[in-house]
């Protein structure tokens, strides 16, 4: 990766600490690298040359916990690998590990030096971890693979729920909940263009995706496809860290889309305490992000359990097929789109005439004489029992019926 940012904020580190320095991934590949190298030791030479940190090199650093560490580590010279001692600071985003900074010093030099200067330089090194988010993690080889096997997991892989129920991120964190994340794309055109390169769209989501739940404890990992994104959550009480996700997530895809923001959605599963139900758990959340798409009423942020006939919808395998004669008659008469739309309401809202009135901006009256057309068309009361279960039911299917495929 070359970035001029990450590159300026390299050498104004190791200009003020009088050390070479040299930045990596969570991959062990070279990032990027300082000017200022008069300390050097034949593992450093290799690794400026190869980009890469040898097998051997890798071990011996991560003996000494640097993968798990919060705070600068102090790695000791190895004599047998060639290699002098070193600092190394962990690159943290909000708790969210993005790389990792190296300090080299002399054999007959202390640490110690080094580590007190590091807290003067604080706000360097976050901006340096904040550079590299915003840069380089989303295309990590290991964020890469463990994203795959995540969605892979999500679709039913045995293989793939059995390593993901040993990440250290998700084990015994249960119960979990799913969620599915996206755009209300209402422009054909726009749709199109989203689908013309599917691999941007899904760089696009995978980014915008870890970039809003950064730093969101209840959020344990996300993973990006072509339309949107899963995130697995910790089930916790009320939607305000969801509300937190969903606001970021717009502001993300936004910037990084290049368009204005547009309304976005979050569906929500049940929670589940056996991730053997995972793959369940992803279809639920992706029936409920769909519902928030075809209905605004519902609201852009739904639990499954809130998406009401659309639940049976989603588990009808011809649903989307309005087979009411009563519905089909409506349709054809309603040529000008003005008595569906108040039926619809009228349902919606538990058969207040004074709320849809207030809604569609009518006068009463006028909701009165269309319910009134309505019984002429279909020559049955549209309020009572069967016929208002068969035509809500009917509407709600045709909204199903132009769902997004996700």
């Excluded at 604080?122 to 890469?144: F, K, M, V, Y």
């Amino acid at each position: 990766m070359k970035d001029v940012g990450v590159e300026e904020s390299v050498e104004t580190i190791a200009t003020a600490l009088g050390h070479g320095v040299s930045v990596e991934d969570l991959d062990g590949v070279l990032l990027a690298y300082s000017s200022h190298q008069s300390t050097a030791d034949q593992v450093r030479v290799n690794f400026l040359l190869s980009k890469k940190v040898p097998a051997d090199v890798s071990a011996w650093q991560l003996s000494h916990g640097v993968a798990t560490a919060v705070r600068p580590v102090v790695v000791p010279a190895n004599e047998q690998l060639g290699m002098l001692g070193r600092v190394c600071v962990p690159l943290l985003v909000r708790g969210f590990r993005v790389g990792y900074l190296w300090v080299i010093h002399e054999a007959e030099e202390s640490p110690d030096a080094i580590l007190g200067a590091l807290p003067g330089i604080r706000d360097r090194l976050d901006r340096l971890a904040e550079l590299l988010l915003d840069t380089n993690t989303p295309e990590s080889e290991a964020r890469r693979r463990r994203e795959t096997q995540f969605l892979a997991a999500c679709a039913g892989d045995p293989d793939a729920m059995d390593a993901v129920a040993g990440w250290p991120e998700v084990h015994g964190r249960a119960p979990w909940v799913v969620g599915t994340i996206m755009e209300r794309i209402e422009d054909p055109d726009a749709a199109l263009a989203e689908l013309a390169d599917p691999e941007a769209g899904v760089l696009l989501q995978r980014v915008a995706a870890l970039q809003a739940t950064v730093g969101i404890r209840p959020a344990l990992f996300s993973a990006g496809a072509q339309l949107h994104a899963v995130i697995l959550f910790r089930e916790l009480p009320g939607h305000s860290e969801h509300e937190v996700v969903l606001k970021r997530y717009g502001a993300e895809i936004s910037l990084r889309g290049g368009h204005p923001e547009r309304p976005d959605m979050l569906g929500l599963s049940e929670p589940f305490a056996d991730l053997r139900r995972l793959p369940a758990a992803y279809a639920q959340s992706k029936s409920a992000v769909q519902a928030a798409a075809v209905d605004p009423g519902i609201g852009p942020l739904v639990d499954y359990r809130n998406t009401g006939v659309y639940q049976f919808l989603a588990a009808t395998a011809r649903a989307g097929a309005a087979e009411s004669v009563y519905f089909q008659d409506l349709q054809e008469q309603d040529r000008n789109g003005e008595l569906l739309p108040v039926l619809e309401l009228l349902y919606d809202t538990d058969g207040s005439v004074a709320d849809v009135a207030n809604r569609l901006h009518l006068h009463r009256s006028s909701v009165y004489n269309r319910l009134a057309r309505v019984r002429s068309i279909i020559g049955a009361d549209p309020l009572r029992g069967g016929i208002r279960l068969e035509l809500h039911l009917a509407m709600k299917a045709v909204r199903w019926a132009n769902r997004p495929r996700i």
